[in-house]
Each structure stands twice: as structure tokens, then as C-alpha cells.
Nanobody, 119 residues
Framework: QVQLVESGGGLVQAGGSLRLSCAVS????????MSWYRQAPGKQRELVAT???????DYADSVKGRFSISRDNVKNTMFLQMNSLEPEDAAVYYC?????????????WGQGTQVTVSS
């Protein structure tokens, strides 16, 4: 049973920083893609950042230069360093892991962690 558990969310003032973590447990394929998504009230879930098992990264335009995604493949943990936070960054942040193994697509989600940014 694969589980993803996020942590690190909280309340921060605009301009502040937070570091989110996503711990993965269970048997997963070593070649995979991990991502952070976020969903604000009344809005669709959006992709924030992605990192492959080889370390390639990609970011939404809205967070480029402010957020940094990383991962520790030994500890099966992913991180999102969020700097210069803006009220528009407030949302529930979810981590996602997915991969193809043969013809089977595997897709896992965490339960989410709340990020609140006060202006």
C-alpha cells in the first residue's frame, strides 16, 4: 500500500516562507514523477511544480523564481520550498506520485496540507 503524507503547511505572512514535505511509503517504482498541486477554494486544482526521479524540474509560471522543488530518493521524500509567498498562493497543497510500470499506470495522492498567507 503506497501512502503519501504531506506536512509543513501553516499560516504565514505575505513575503514569508514555508517548506512543505511529502513522505512516500510503500513499494514504488524507482522511475517516477512527483509533483505538487494546489487547490484554492472555488478553483480547480492546478499543477505547481514537478520533479522526475532523475531530478528534472518544471514550474508553473506563477511560482517560477519563488518556489523550489526537490526530492531525496533515498528517503523517498519530496520538498517544496516556498519563498516570497503571496496571498494568491494560499491553497491546499497536494503531493502526487505517478509512474508507468509496464502497461499499468500508477497514480497516488496525499491528503493535502493547508497553506494560508495573510496580507
Amino acid at each position: 500500500q503506497v501512502q503519501l503524507v504531506e506536512s509543513g503547511g501553516g499560516l504565514v505572512q505575505a513575503g514569508g516562507s514555508l517548506r512543505l514535505s511529502c513522505a512516500v511509503s510503500g513499494n514504488i517504482f524507482s522511475i517516477n514523477i512527483m509533483s505538487w498541486y494546489r487547490q484554492a477554494p472555488g478553483k480547480q486544482r492546478e499543477l505547481v511544480a514537478t520533479i522526475t526521479s532523475e531530478g528534472s524540474t518544471d514550474y508553473a509560471d506563477s511560482v517560477k523564481g519563488r518556489f523550489s522543488i526537490s526530492r531525496d530518493n533515498v528517503k523517498n521524500t519530496m520538498f517544496l520550498q516556498m519563498n516570497s509567498l503571496e496571498p494568491e498562493d494560499a491553497a491546499v497543497y497536494y503531493c502526487n506520485l505517478h509512474y508507468w510500470k509496464g502497461i499499468t499506470y500508477n497514480d497516488y495522492w496525499g491528503q493535502g496540507t493547508q497553506v494560508t498567507v495573510s496580507s
